[in-house]
């Protein structure tokens, strides 16, 4: 996640978005034997995550508000993959 940060702010949001997005369906895979709406539900929250990635190319700095908001998809992403039925 910081990694992106680091990307998004050097104007390459994208490089780090494919091989999180890769690193987590394989996750999901084996967790959850390629549970379509899990995988869905992760596309949502990486177009999130890539909607900020973007902003935070965009500016001329990274605040603290921007590092804790892209921190905060650390959580999103245990939440996916760690999926319940009654979610």
């Keep these: 996640m910081r990694e992106g940060i680091?990307?998004?702010?050097?104007?390459?949001?994208?490089e780090v978005l494919p091989f999180l997005r890769g690193k987590l369906l394989s996750k999901i895979k084996k967790l959850h034997g390629g549970s379509?709406?899990?995988?869905?539900?992760?596309?949502l929250v990486l177009m999130e995550l890539e909607a900020l990635y973007?902003?935070?190319?965009?500016?001329?700095?990274?605040?603290?508000?921007?590092?804790?908001?892209?921190?905060?998809?650390?959580?999103k992403f245990v939440n996916l993959i760690s999926f319940e039925e009654d979610l």
Excluded: C, T
């Design 36 to 43: 379509k709406e899990v995988e869905m539900r992760l596309e």
């Design 6 to 14: 680091y990307w998004a702010y050097m104007g390459r949001p994208f």
């Design 54 to 75: 973007k902003q935070i190319s965009m500016s001329n700095k990274v605040d603290k508000k921007q590092i804790e908001e892209i921190l905060a998809y650390k959580q």
